[in-house]
């Protein structure tokens, strides 16, 4: 064991057992219980249990600050039969979904869903379990409810079919939910619950998500084909629907002689659906969207900066802990997942980040701006030296002044929607997609997230069913801000004593950039392609030959942007090939490349993208005149 982590570990105690010092001092003093006990929720969605070991002993750090909990609840494999066949995208939001029938299926349910895919789920399930019991943690299950069901299902048992929960504009096959206010779905659901915890009996959270990839409630003003439902239960309220869905569980839980508390968490509600739910909350549960007081939630990079793994900015965290400090909150929940758990952070990260958290959880939050940014430059001094660490912290300040940028420029782009979801990354940029061969878009135009496969084809902008634009030279702008904190990384000291994370860093945002100017590319690419659209409507001719030096203008534009493409795209190549896979979310067998998971060939991907943008760059000269004298 290192000296950096054995003095973080004795730190972590000493805090810890101050922090129990003071809590029973209060209490006799005070004659009265103790401050309620803080739990802290961890989600990351690990499969291997290597890794998750790995977690667990991390997580463990967080024992002296009060009760940890791990969530368990990741499927062992993807839900390919979830899927139907054709460009039904939305299914991939759901195939990784966990629930508890993909664990302990009720009798009705399980003829249904394949067996071996319950074996597996139910396997990996309880061997966290028992990594949990060897470190003295507890358990959580993250679940969507009331998840959709196949549809021979409800073939089977028509009564019990409540919401259509798929999004329209995202696929072409309708999926339905149970409605939760037949008794039979609260027997199935409690049922299953029951036997979850039976067998894990140290499961003490079930946090849950609904109205939104899928699952929903009946007649929710926000479900994606509007409010439906069956007619025996319309005029019921939401509170009063979300109220009985939670008891649900806790009935569960009492038939295994367990008590748990729940988390409506991230769901989809009107404001009305809101305040009625808040009024109808049952004891120990809980609605994120509303007494937000009592819970908090601190995620780490990878949430937002998908498929890039490995970053943390130190100010980030240290506000979400010293929120945690000031406020009441009781429970937080620590997320190191990525949307749709196709990804999680890396583990290097998750320890900087846990050592961040155990060094402020249980302290004095400093006061003011200068007081923060003085907390800053310590944690700089300690991963940079005295050397370097100002340079470090100029660093952390130019991405906090980019992101801020990025924030007030440009609302919409994102690595999973933009880069991964329509392969920004991958695909080839070119005047005509309609040009490219089937051979051509084999690799890529099945994962373009879109129910129509012209509209995938042709719109590079079509983001889940809308038409995006991006402000012209905003991507351009927020890239090259982030690398000015990518250039004052790279000059921190050699000697520095977290030198090998800060240029990992370095690296993951090079990656990062890549990923955007691919974006700000295509979304400059698609504006020319808009504004052009009567030219590009005709076939292929010969433009206008009256010689000139300028030719069209906009081949000249979008010219640029190829060019700046095909750089990109090999300059992404050369850092994936330096070791920068490590630090881009991929599957690591060719069949979960999915819309939301990049291939494990993604370099060679990345070179055939290159061959096909060369192969057609004249394609333009038929649509648009070139310069001529």
Same mark, same amino acid.
């Given at each position: 064991?290192?000296?950096?982590?054995?003095?973080?570990?004795?730190?972590?105690?000493?805090?810890?057992?101050?922090?129990?010092?003071?809590?029973?001092?209060?209490?006799?003093?005070?004659?009265?219980?103790?401050?309620?006990?803080?739990?802290?929720?961890?989600?990351?969605?690990?499969?291997?249990?290597?890794?998750?070991?790995?977690?667990?002993?991390?997580?463990?750090?967080?024992?002296?600050?009060?009760?940890?909990?791990?969530?368990?609840?990741?499927?062992?494999?993807?839900?390919?039969?979830?899927?139907?066949?054709?460009?039904?995208?939305?299914?991939?939001?759901?195939?990784?979904?966990?629930?508890?029938?993909?664990?302990?299926?009720?009798?009705?349910?399980?003829?249904?869903?394949?067996?071996?895919?319950?074996?597996?789920?139910?396997?990996?399930?309880?061997?966290?379990?028992?990594?949990?019991?060897?470190?003295?943690?507890?358990?959580?299950?993250?679940?969507?409810?009331?998840?959709?069901?196949?549809?021979?299902?409800?073939?089977?048992?028509?009564?019990?079919?409540?919401?259509?929960?798929?999004?329209?504009?995202?696929?072409?096959?309708?999926?339905?939910?149970?409605?939760?206010?037949?008794?039979?779905?609260?027997?199935?659901?409690?049922?299953?619950?029951?036997?979850?915890?039976?067998?894990?009996?140290?499961?003490?959270?079930?946090?849950?998500?609904?109205?939104?990839?899928?699952?929903?409630?009946?007649?929710?003003?926000?479900?994606?084909?509007?409010?439906?439902?069956?007619?025996?239960?319309?005029?019921?309220?939401?509170?009063?629907?979300?109220?009985?869905?939670?008891?649900?569980?806790?009935?569960?839980?009492?038939?295994?002689?367990?008590?748990?508390?729940?988390?409506?968490?991230?769901?989809?509600?009107?404001?009305?659906?809101?305040?009625?739910?808040?009024?109808?909350?049952?004891?120990?549960?809980?609605?994120?969207?509303?007494?937000?007081?009592?819970?908090? $939630? +601190?995620?780490?990079?990878? /949430?937002?900066?998908?498929?890039? &793994?490995? =970053?943390?900015?130190?100010? #980030?965290? !240290?506000?979400?802990?010293?929120?945690?400090?000031?406020?009441?909150?009781?429970?937080?929940?620590?997320?190191?997942?990525?949307?749709?758990?196709?990804?999680?952070?890396?583990?290097?990260?998750?320890?900087?980040?846990?050592?961040?958290?155990?060094?402020?959880?249980?302290?004095?939050?400093?006061?003011?701006?200068?007081?923060?940014?003085?907390?800053?430059?310590?944690?700089?001094?300690?991963?940079?030296?005295?050397?370097?660490?100002?340079?470090?912290?100029?660093?952390?300040?130019?991405?906090?002044?980019?992101?801020?940028?990025?924030?007030?420029?440009?609302?919409?782009?994102? $690595? +999973?929607?933009?880069?991964? /979801?329509?392969?920004?990354?991958? &695909?080839? =940029?070119?005047?005509?997609? #309609?040009? !490219?061969?089937?051979?051509?878009?084999?690799?890529?135009?099945?994962?373009?997230?879109?129910?129509?496969?012209?509209?995938?084809?042709?719109?590079?902008?079509?983001?889940?069913?809308?038409?995006?634009?991006?402000?012209?030279?905003?991507?351009?702008?927020?890239?090259?801000?982030?690398?000015?904190?990518?250039?004052?990384?790279?000059?921190?000291?050699?000697?520095?004593?977290?030198?090998?994370?800060?240029?990992?860093?370095?690296?993951?945002?090079?990656?990062?950039?890549?990923?955007?100017?691919?974006?700000?590319?295509?979304?400059?690419?698609?504006?020319?392609?808009?504004?052009?659209?009567?030219?590009?409507?005709?076939?292929?001719?010969?433009?206008?030959?009256?010689?000139?030096?300028?030719? #069209?203008?906009?081949?000249?534009?979008?010219?640029?942007?190829?060019?700046?493409?095909?750089?990109?795209?090999?300059?992404?190549?050369?850092?994936?090939?330096?070791?920068?896979?490590?630090?881009?979310?991929?599957?690591?067998?060719?069949?979960?490349?999915?819309?939301?998971?990049?291939?494990?060939?993604?370099?060679?991907?990345?070179?055939?993208?290159?061959?096909?943008?060369?192969?057609?760059?004249?394609?333009?000269?038929?649509?648009?005149?070139?310069?001529?004298?």
């Amino acid at each position: 064991m290192n000296t950096r982590y054995l003095r973080k570990q004795l730190l972590s105690m000493a805090i810890g057992f101050m922090v129990l010092f003071v809590s029973v001092f209060s209490a006799l003093a005070n004659d009265g219980p103790a401050e309620e006990e803080k739990v802290f929720v961890i989600h990351a969605p690990i499969r291997d249990l290597v890794e998750f070991r790995k977690l667990a002993e991390q997580a463990a750090r967080l024992k002296p600050f009060g009760r940890v909990e791990v969530n368990i609840s990741t499927l062992a494999d993807k839900g390919f039969h979830d899927v139907p066949e054709g460009r039904n995208y939305w299914f991939e939001y759901t195939s990784y979904n966990p629930t508890p029938y993909k664990f302990f299926p009720d009798p009705k349910i399980a003829p249904f869903i394949p067996a071996e895919f319950v074996k597996k789920n139910r396997e990996l399930l309880l061997a966290k379990a028992d990594i949990l019991r060897k470190y003295g943690l507890d358990a959580a299950f993250w679940s969507y409810e009331p998840n959709y069901l196949p549809e021979a299902f409800f073939e089977a048992y028509p009564h019990l079919r409540g919401a259509r929960v798929d999004h329209p504009r995202r696929g072409n096959h309708p999926a339905f939910a149970p409605c939760v206010s037949v008794e039979e779905t609260q027997e199935i659901f409690a049922g299953m619950v029951a036997e979850l915890l039976e067998n894990v009996p140290e499961i003490h959270t079930f946090f849950f998500k609904t109205n939104d990839a899928g699952s929903g409630i009946c007649w929710s003003d926000w479900q994606y084909t509007g409010p439906n439902g069956p007619t025996h239960c319309k005029n019921i309220s939401m509170g009063e629907r979300v109220a009985t869905l939670m008891n649900t569980f806790k009935d569960g839980a009492g038939q295994a002689g367990q008590d748990v508390s729940i988390y409506l968490t991230g769901s989809m509600f009107s404001d009305e659906e809101k305040d009625d739910i808040f009024t109808h909350l049952p004891d120990d549960c809980y609605f994120q969207s509303h007494n937000s007081d009592k819970v908090r $939630g +601190i995620s780490s990079m990878i /949430s937002g900066n998908y498929p890039v &793994r490995g =970053l943390l900015f130190p100010l #980030d965290i !240290l506000r979400s802990t010293h929120a945690v400090s000031r406020g009441s909150a009781n429970t937080v929940f620590i997320s190191f997942r990525a949307s749709y758990d196709r990804g999680y952070e890396r583990l290097d990260a998750v320890n900087m980040f846990f050592d961040l958290l155990v060094e402020n959880l249980g302290t004095t939050p400093p006061v003011g701006h200068i007081a923060e940014m003085e907390q800053l430059y310590k944690i700089c001094e300690e991963w940079a030296g005295e050397q370097s660490a100002e340079q470090l912290y100029n660093a952390f300040i130019t991405l906090e002044e980019a992101n801020n940028y990025k924030r007030d420029s440009m609302r919409g782009p994102t $690595g +999973i929607y933009w880069g991964v /979801s329509v392969r920004h990354i991958t &695909r080839p =940029l070119v005047v005509a997609p #309609d040009r !490219l061969s089937e051979e051509e878009e084999a690799y890529f135009l099945p994962y373009v997230f879109n129910p129509s496969e012209q509209e995938a084809r042709m719109d590079y902008t079509d983001i889940h069913g809308a038409h995006r634009e991006v402000p012209s030279g905003s991507v351009d702008n927020y890239v090259s801000r982030v690398h000015r904190a990518i250039r004052l990384m790279e000059g921190v000291s050699e000697s520095a004593p977290e030198k090998e994370f800060i240029f990992n860093m370095a690296k993951a945002l090079k990656i990062y950039c890549s990923i955007f100017r691919s974006v700000g590319n295509f979304a400059e690419a698609q504006a020319i392609r808009d504004r052009n659209a009567e030219k590009l409507s005709v076939a292929p001719h010969r433009p206008d030959k009256t010689p000139t030096w300028d030719g #069209d203008p906009e081949l000249q534009k979008f010219n640029a942007i190829m060019r700046d493409e095909l750089d990109n795209t090999q300059e992404l190549i050369d850092l994936l090939e330096d070791g920068g896979m490590d630090f881009i979310s991929h599957a690591n067998d060719s069949k979960y490349e999915d819309t939301f998971l990049l291939g494990p060939d993604l370099i060679e991907q990345l070179k055939l993208k290159r061959k096909i943008m060369i192969a057609h760059w004249t394609d333009i000269e038929g649509y648009m005149a070139t310069p001529f004298k």
